[in-house]
């Protein structure tokens, strides 16, 4: 589990949330804590991350490109919360679910990231600000789910129950909750700290993003 006071201070977005859903957790499952649901999330943001700077992702094209990579991060980071809060989902749920997401996250993104876009183009920039794409649409995309949940519990539903499309609508009305612009400018400063100290390696150790 990452240290509470570091994920309080750059995804405190993330973590109140993580809270909330936790509160609703604690109702089946013992033993389970707010940190550590960020954590996770956390955690399949840098493995994407750093997947998508090793892989050298051509100037320009990253966001494109980090959609097949990211994908594989965002199902098993849904599936780890899943098993995490004691929740059982199918792969193929899962997976449907994290190519809506994404898609959405990336469409209320595009102007939040156009700076880092545009970085791309830069050869000294273009990794570091690829990493930073790949984390930014992955973070989001389980802050997005966690935010899913939260809806569901406080309408007293079983996420494991609905469909696809169902958790697909619930997400587009979850992401309008969200303050993409202020969140990432917090989240991206954790990034970067966490780049600097060579903390990104250590952190996506153990990580599954495989896609299949």
Known sequence: MMDIAFLMRYFSGLMKVANTVVGYANKWAANIESAQLATIVVRHAIAAA????????????????????????IWHMYYAVGKYLHLKFGKDILKATAAAILSNVIHQMWGVLAIEFAATFIPLLSIPATGLIFFAITYFSGMTFLLVLEYIFKAGGDPTSMSAEELKRTAERAAGGIDFRGEFEQSKQGFKRMRREGNLEDLSKGVDINSD
């Open 50 to 73: 750093v997947a998508g700077m090793a892989g050298g992702v051509l100037p320009g094209i990253a966001v494109l490109v980090s959609s097949v990579i990211a994908i594989g991060a």
